[in-house]
């Protein structure tokens, strides 16, 4: 659906991706389709995360999904709540129930990562144009089996950067004073983001809230079709 009346010039772009011979190649090609000027990059999601923290949010963001740092949901689902900015995501991972979780976490768009330079320009116009892009051939899944899922995924992308991060650090098995130390926050602060986690989740202990993060993970999404 059209939710611009004129299309919107990108002038400015972020490529999250640790491989620096792609990052200069989608760079080239991002100036060639788009006509974005000025473009910068991160090899690490919390080193993007910093970026923006430091600088005016760009105009769009491409994002790989696998960084050293994270892979999966996660990545997208904390740039959607960090930045006020489109997410287009460029990933060797095509696969409609990828793509379909991408699209439901958050993200303007799904790239294959080695597509030609004409599926790259039809990706920019769609998103100039206020619409969300699915490469040819692929479809953004609707049947009954992927409500679950997608429900979970809309509740993980309800969380704030901050909670985000400290349900990341439960799926790693710590504790609320390990996570108050490596967050440098008060334990009473990460209790409270606990509880609204949980609730944002709709769960009543720490545990189902791991399970519905590991959920999301691409992991069980592609072992679906397996």
Not at 18 to 31: I, K, N, V
Not at 137 to 156: H, T
Request: charged letters at 20%; aromatic letters at 4%; proline letters at 4%.
């Amino acid at each position: 659906m059209n939710n611009r009346t004129t299309p919107v010039t990108f002038q400015s772009a972020l490529i999250v991706d640790d491989h620096p011979l792609f990052c200069d190649a989608l760079s080239m090609t991002l100036q060639t389709v788009a006509g974005i000027g000025k473009i910068d990059s991160a090899a690490t999601l919390q080193e993007a995360m910093q970026w923006l923290h430091d600088h005016d949010a760009p105009d769009v963001i491409v994002l790989d999904l696998n960084l050293p740092d994270v892979n999966g949901l996660e990545g997208v689902i904390r740039m959607h709540n960090a930045a006020n900015a489109p997410i287009v995501v460029v990933s060797s991972m095509a696969d409609n129930r990828v793509i379909s979780s991408v699209i439901h976490a958050g993200a303007a768009g799904f790239v294959p990562k080695h597509s030609q330079r004409a599926v790259f320009r039809s990706a920019f116009e769609t998103l100039a144009q206020g619409q969300v892009f699915v490469p040819p051939g692929y479809d953004l899944l609707e049947s009954d089996e992927s409500v679950p899922r997608n429900d979970a995924v809309n509740r993980l992308a309800s969380l704030t950067n901050q909670q985000a991060r400290i349900l990341q650090l439960i799926c790693e098995g710590k504790l609320n004073k390990q996570i108050a130390y490596d967050l440098s926050i008060a334990e009473t602060t990460v209790k409270a983001h606990v509880t609204a986690i949980m609730r944002k989740l709709g769960v009543q202990s720490r545990t189902q809230a791991v399970l519905i993060a590991k959920e999301t993970s691409f992991g069980s999404v592609l072992s679906d079709r397996i």
